[in-house]
């Protein structure tokens, strides 16, 4: 029987009936075909691959052309999962021709099912005319890590009245616009339960609370693999790099010693 691709409506479907939708990070082949073999319902190119892969600061200097080679090999590897590309900063913003453009790439050239935008009302137009395009949206709000910036830091958003009330908002008119499901980072678990339980559209918590419709984490930090720094909201469920550096350290001391290759490895 043919794989059914998770779709927009599959996500509503979800959200109707509590069951819970699962979202993770990944950058290249390998690890998005064994995220698809095991299930994953969505798998997010983000543009956190320019902090966990290229070695960025942060994800201000990922480009379209990087993100697109790194969507592309995604999904090669990806049969039943929805791939949604994430559109890097400076892709959107400039203008309107832009936004659907470079969203269109996403789904022309690199297989994509859809794309996510950060941002609320500001990107409300360029949102609204990609989703016009028949480019399926994915919305963030709460901490947008592309506005580093803007607020100074990577600190919990909606904190303050003020804030909640305006992320609140902006996922309304997101909703409105024809979104079809909004990812929560970083806002405190009170105010992502109010936004699931008056939106109709799926939302996707990280570091959001218990409340969201699904969750998402960037793998490489979920797996131990990137060490750089390990957010509070992240779990680990492994700690691999601890493991593949034993591995490299046992190498280079066997092949230094002798010990590899032996015969077993020889023709
Ligand atoms: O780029 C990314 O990985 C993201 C997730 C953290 C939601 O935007």
């Known amino acids: 029987m043919a794989i059914q691709r998770v779709s927009v409506n599959k996500l509503f479907e979800m959200k109707r009936t509590g069951e819970k939708i699962a979202m993770l990070t990944a ?7 064994q995220l698809d073999e095991c299930g994953i319902d969505i798998i997010l190119v983000g543009d956190s691959v320019g902090n966990v892969l290229l070695g960025y600061e942060d994800t201000i200097p ?6 697109i080679h790194h969507c592309k090999a995604v999904t090669r590897g990806v049969k039943r999962a929805m791939v949604v590309g994430d559109m890097p900063f400076m892709s959107y913003q400039a203008s309107l021709e832009e936004a659907v453009h470079n969203a269109g790439r996403f789904l022309k050239e690199a297989g994509a099912q859809a794309v996510k935008v950060e ?11 990609i989703i016009d395009s028949g480019i399926p949206v994915m919305g963030h709000l709460g901490l947008t890590p592309q506005s580093v910036h803007k607020f100074g830091g990577y600190g919990v958003r909606g904190q303050s009245e003020e804030e909640a ?7 309304k008119k997101l909703e409105e616009v024809g979104v079809f499901s909004i990812v929560l980072e970083k806002v405190p678990a009170e105010l992502s339960r109010r936004i699931t339980e008056e939106l109709s559209i799926p939302t996707i918590g990280i570091g959001a609370g218990v409340f969201c419709d699904g969750q998402v984490l960037v ?9 750089k720094f390990k957010p509070k909201f992240s779990k680990r469920y492994a700690n691999l790099a601890e493991e593949i550096k034993r591995c490299y350290r046992e190498y280079i001391e066997e092949v230094k010693t002798g010990k590899f290759p032996t015969d077993e490895h020889s023709y």
């Open 27 to 33: 950058y290249d082949y390998l690890m998005a075909s």
């Open 165 to 171: 009330s305006k992320i609140l908002r902006d996922a």
């Open 119 to 129: 941002g609320g009302e500001e990107v409300l137009e360029a949102i609204k005319k």
């Open 219 to 227: 793998t490489h930090d979920m797996l131990g693999l990137f060490e």
């Open 62 to 67: 990922v480009t379209m052309d990087e993100m």
